[in-house]
């Protein structure tokens, strides 16, 4: 049976320098480990694990991404697929598979940050209850879904993917509604891509991200044990 009380959130790291004090890249410490302590210690304070080759490295970006709830892009035609019963969507049931897909999906081509060991602590988090993730299937298949960090009301999203065509825009879909039916403050991506700023995406300076990150973390918010989404409808048209 796994273990972990999380300590009382303090303003400082007990782990970690201040992300503050990131360097210009964004990198915040070299090495650690990957047990539930460091985990949370990191992720209620806004730094994110992601390797490189074989070193353990922690990030704080500046500026951050972040996906607000009220501003994801959801297209008419995104929202048909939602609503046209193609998908059936889970939260919780596969996320073994989910890392497992976002770590080796076809458009990886063999290189991903979401190595073993890293796949097997995100694991041990997800049994402790900080780690969720939401799934995407096609006729009992596992075609889509994604994946992140919950403390408070503060999620982190690490990684999605898709076998097929709109299951990981689904599941962020999904993802999002969810967040902000229970009550979630900040949904993190960390870093922008093209993609995730024609679903709606944007910057914002690390110190602001880190002001609403520390007040969402202590809030009693919890992932719940099923979606709640309610009818998917299209966003206003943009100017």
């Given at each position: 049976?796994?273990?972990?009380?999380?300590?009382?959130?303090?303003?400082?790291?007990?782990?970690?320098?201040?992300?503050?004090?990131?360097?210009?890249?964004?990198?915040?410490?070299?090495?650690?480990?990957?047990?539930?302590?460091?985990?949370?210690?990191?992720?209620?304070h806004?730094?994110?694990?992601?390797?490189?080759?074989d070193?353990?490295?922690?990030?704080?970006?500046?500026?951050?991404?972040?996906?607000?709830?009220?501003?994801?892009?959801?297209?008419?035609?995104?929202?048909?697929?939602?609503?046209?019963?193609?998908?059936?969507?889970?939260?919780?049931q596969?996320?073994?598979?989910?890392?497992?897909?976002?770590?080796?999906?076809?458009?990886?081509?063999?290189?991903?940050?979401?190595?073993?060991?890293?796949?097997?602590?995100?694991?041990?988090?997800?049994?402790?209850?900080?780690?969720?993730s939401?799934?995407?299937w096609?006729?009992?298949?596992?075609?889509?879904?994604?994946?992140?960090?919950?403390?408070?009301?503060?999620?982190?999203?690490?990684?999605?993917?898709?076998?097929?065509?709109?299951?990981?825009?689904?599941?962020?879909?999904?993802?999002?509604r969810?967040?902000?039916?229970?009550?979630?403050?900040?949904?993190?991506?960390?870093?922008?891509?093209?993609?995730?700023?024609?679903?709606?995406?944007?910057e914002?300076?690390?110190?602001?991200?880190?002001r609403r990150?520390?007040?969402?973390v202590?809030?009693?918010?919890?992932?719940?044990?099923?979606?709640?989404?309610?009818?998917?409808?299209?966003?206003?048209?943009?100017?």
């Open positions: 049976m796994l273990a972990f009380r999380p300590p009382p959130w303090k303003p400082r790291p007990r782990f970690f320098p201040r992300p503050e004090a990131a360097d210009a890249e964004g990198l915040v410490a070299l090495g650690g480990k990957l047990t539930p302590e460091w985990l949370w210690d990191a992720y209620s806004g730094i994110f694990a992601w390797p490189v080759e070193v353990l490295t922690w990030w704080s970006p500046d500026p951050r991404a972040v996906l607000e709830p009220d501003e994801l892009y959801i297209s008419r035609r995104l929202a048909r697929t939602c609503r046209s019963g193609k998908f059936q969507i889970t939260c919780d596969a996320f073994a598979e989910v890392l497992a897909w976002c770590a080796e999906a076809p458009d990886r081509q063999g290189e991903t940050w979401l190595t073993p060991w890293l796949q097997q602590a995100m694991l041990r988090f997800h049994r402790l209850g900080f780690a969720h939401v799934e995407v096609h006729e009992g298949r596992l075609v889509g879904g994604v994946y992140g960090v919950g403390i408070g009301a503060a999620f982190s999203a690490e990684s999605m993917f898709h076998l097929v065509s709109d299951a990981s825009k689904v599941a962020l879909v999904y993802l999002t969810h967040l902000k039916a229970r009550g979630y403050q900040v949904l993190d991506i960390q870093m922008l891509t093209p993609h995730m700023e024609r679903m709606g995406a944007r914002i300076r690390r110190r602001e991200f880190l990150w520390y007040q969402a202590q809030q009693p918010v919890q992932f719940g044990t099923r979606l709640e989404v309610g009818r998917v409808e299209p966003s206003p048209r943009r100017q």
